[in-house]
């Protein structure tokens, strides 16, 4: 990764003083990002979702429920309606729109996709307890409000409900999709581990093979397993199955790369989160971690930074120095390589450019996003 | 309950001074208690489902793998292979003998044996970093060893093998098993939701339906889940299928009674727990609860010590109380009406004393095990 690492910005980006809702510059991509076919199909996968995940949620006994009801954004604390924010649907959007592109029907894979979103939102609870963090979609967190056990046990439900539903679908891929649904869970518990066990470490103790390794686990995972879901649903065979699994990953970690530049450099008006949370914290995002790796001085000064905890006033310089070391761009040209094997993964499964524009636009989609 | 509560001990039993190995005195039973079937069904569950366990286990990626296998006591913290004491098997051999009772076969029945055993340990790596539980079968409990992370990650893992197991299993049932697990975790997680919000009130701020609802919800579930699929892998009709889940809550019940009897007035050389340790923690075990709630003095006695944290030499006074207000001996009596409701059902399902022996045996062993 040395030759994606500068000390000198030709362009130097704007950083923290960005103005809002600009977000990063558009990847691997040129002219401006046009979402508007993924908003489409993100918002058609979200009216469609939506049911089964309610009726999924509704099953729950009162303790649990509430819990869930206002992880989702569906309910405040007190339990009166909110209007929601549950996220941008994209797990569902990818098992539905890989279903039509393997010749499937959207309609027959809705249970699976609820479930893929049920299994994110269990990992949500979860991991928010472990990183203490405190805000999710522009709210705290529902450890913050329910208490550990709570947010730990509707985290458990919720991945019994993913299991639920496909153990009552009748749809002859579902036991299939399950098998491949908990294979899924384990790696995402085990990129977690790995995540947590990172941050006990030191700025000089981390690799970048470890943090891709990680990053894929975490994100990319699921991400494959929503597109494999899908071409499971379509009847597809195990190669285009596959396939769809690697668009999905390397779509994941594009997506993954991007999440982690906007992270430092978004608008935390779009974000939910404060500017430079993941700095305060000392956490080890990808551009943190190629930063730290790039033998710059730039990397020298964010190591010493991230040595000792946060201190008021640091932000601007560590983000400068993430900046400095090439830790931006390097994520920016990572997440555009990522998007071309995602691209030549999905070109095999669909050869057809319109069976295949659906998750084409869902993965430019994820690395253009500027919320 | 009142008709239970008695100030005077008759037979005024031995409490804490009791000699080791003896334990609480068979309930609902006449002679002395003969585990002897019950202990060849218990081995010979474990012969089967052990290698189905270890294969899923060994399925997982190390970080998740050492966890796991610690808990189950297969190995050591620092990794090094350990005799072993992976619990008493009560689970599968429900499973097991169920299938059998309704003239199923055991073997097809192995995996659905081994998700309930995962499922059970997965509850519990959760449960014990809630409660702060530090000594779990003789042994320090895994999230005071690998971290609460660590622990609640490696339970997210168990319950994702266990749904992978029935996933994978081709036998007809393992969907229907697959949905009625599930449902239970549900049932379980709101059951130690419960359990945990009840330790944060006051001792006269809990009644005995609550505890109870909670017991059944803790314990019951998963025990009427396990014999429900042996009935399920047998291809016993829906009300079969509910007479043994059914018995096995039931029994599940009996179980937890005398459970809660050894946690106050048990051997800890047999307990694997310091002695008294529940009530120094100040749980609301079945006992205690009855013992609070019925309205006599040292019910009210009771109530002074558990609004207080335990002191030094208050755990003698403790015991006696709960024993002067007759919660030794309620508890006593509802494990016997537990145990003889859940002979009932079994009856129902399983008319044939011959065929329904194994079950009973299994039965009659949770309710009279001293250890």
Redesign the interface.
Known sequence: MGEFMTETQQNPSPAVEEPPHQGPAPVGQEGPPDGQEAAVILEEARISVDPELRRAVA??????RRVVRYHFGWEHADGTPAAGNAGKAIRPALVLTAAEALGGQRTTAVRAAAAVELVHN?TLL?DD??DRDTTRRHRPTAWTVFG???A??????L???A??L???DPHPA???A??R???C???L??G???D??MERRGPDDITLDEVLAMAEAKTGALLGCACALGALYAGADITDVEALDAFGREAGLAFQFIDDVIGIWGDPRCTGKPAGADLMARKKSLPVVAALASGTPAGAELAELYRVPYRDGDLERTVLAVERAGGRDWAQLQAADRMARALDHLCRAVPDPEAAGGLLSLAEFVTRRST
């Open positions: 099953s729950l006994p009162d303790s649990m269990f979860h307890v472990m550990d056990a709570d730990v046990l509707a985290g458990d439900s991945q019994a409900l299991h639920r496909l153990a009552d579902s036991s299939a399950a098998a649904l908990a294979d869970v384990v790696e518990c085990a977690q581990h790995t947590t066990e």
